[in-house]
């Protein structure tokens, strides 16, 4: 069964920093791996896609790698903002029918 | 549509009480997906579709939950007789296929809330 986890669970930094939050899994077999960002009460919005085969993915301020063979994605955030601040989550995609969550990073970025 | 959308946003129900939740996918979307988010836990997997079919139903938590899909599109989840422990956000997701083709695009979810 997969399991994935996600470090640090929070993390409070001020603006202007870069960041790098953690996300494991035990299971390498996997389709894709996804990161969400999700607000307060709101629902997930998609940040980045990593096909099995890719190494990294790349959005404006943000980039996420992978490392399938050692079970490990990183997501990095350059130059935090205040409106950076949610909770991220990193999700497995190793069946082709669900998806498996980590528990997510509660990221806060104080101006 | 541009996205995924469910209906309602919120709902407030008396114990016992049936409720029905609705997602409509994006317009092309073969798989769809149902989790719960319950208060400070992680997302749960509720069940999947194929098309109208649901291959995996593993982890719908008790018979009181169902869920159907019509015509490849929109789909219903329904929770008889609720309970307290059912209040949670209810997010529907859609995907171009059961291999997460393009990645997984979720609804904003509805909070049910069981008094």
Known sequence: ????????????????????LNCSFTDSA??????FRQDPGKGLTSLLLIQSSQREQTSGRLNASLDKSS????????????????????????????LTFGGGTRLMVKP | GAGVSQSPSNKVTEKGKDVELR???ISG??????????????????IYFQGNSAPDKSGLP???FS???????VST???????????????????????????????????????
């Not at chain 2, 979307?29 to 997997?45: I, K, N, V």
């Not at chain 2, 869920?67 to 599109?73: F, L, N, Q, V, W």
């Not at chain 2, 309970?83 to 529907?92: F, G, I």
């Open chain 2, 29 to 46: 979307h073969t798989a769809l997906y149902w989790y719960r988010q319950s208060l400070g836990q992680g997302l749960e997997f509720l």
């Open chain 1, 71 to 98: 079970g490990r994605s990183t997501l990095y955030i350059a130059a935090s903002q205040p409106g950076d601040s949610a909770t991220y989550l990193c999700a497995v995609d190793n069946a082709g029918n669900m």
């Open chain 2, 62 to 64: 008790s018979d009181r």
């Open chain 1, 1 to 20: 069964k997969q399991e994935v986890t996600q470090i640090p669970a929070a993390l409070s930094v001020p603006e202007g920093e870069n960041l790098v």
């Open chain 2, 23 to 25: 997602c409509d996918p």
């Open chain 2, 67 to 73: 869920a159907e899909r019509t015509g490849g599109s």
């Open chain 1, 30 to 35: 996997i389709y894709n791996l996804q990161w």
């Open chain 2, 77 to 115: 989840l329904t929770i008889q007789r609720t309970q307290q422990e059912d209040s949670a956000v209810y997010l529907c997701a859609s995907s171009l296929d059961r291999w997460g083709g393009g990645g997984y695009t979720f609804g904003s979810g509805t909070r049910l809330t069981v008094v």
